[in-house]
């Protein structure tokens, strides 16, 4: 069974700084790609950057320039650097991977969210 967990969220003021971490473990054969998604109460859950197993990375509008997405390959870990942040970045943070448990079979994997508070 494979594991996603997310650590790092909390409460900051706006302008401040945050880093999520999201480990795997479990059966893992391969990884493809891993992103974080947010979302907030009565809205859909949207992406907020992807990274692929290469490095190569993709962002919302909304964080590009604020936000940065890396991972370490070795340990199964994607990371979220969250720079400037602003009142609107405010939800539950959901770490996601394309996860091959053999190389015949993949799902897709979440984390169970962790909490982002933007607040002065």
């Known amino acids: 069974q494979v594991q996603l967990v997310e650590s790092g969220g909390g409460s900051v003021q706006p302008g401040g700084s945050l880093r999520l971490s999201c480990s795997a473990s479990?059966?893992?054969?391969?990884?493809?790609?891993m992103g974080w998604y947010r979302q907030v109460p009565g809205k859909q859950r949207e992406v907020v950057a992807v990274?692929?197993?290469?490095?190569?990375?993709n962002y919302a509008d909304s964080v590009k320039g604020r936000f940065t997405i890396s991972r370490d390959n070795v340990d199964n870990t994607v990371y979220l650097q969250m720079n400037s942040l602003k009142p609107e970045d405010t939800a539950v943070y959901y770490c996601n991977g394309r996860i091959w448990a053999t190389m015949f079979t993949h799902d897709d994997y979440w984390g169970q969210g962790t909490q982002v508070t933007v607040s002065s």
């Open positions: 990274i692929t197993n290469s490095g190569s990375t």
């Open positions: 479990g059966k893992i054969f391969s990884i493809n790609a």
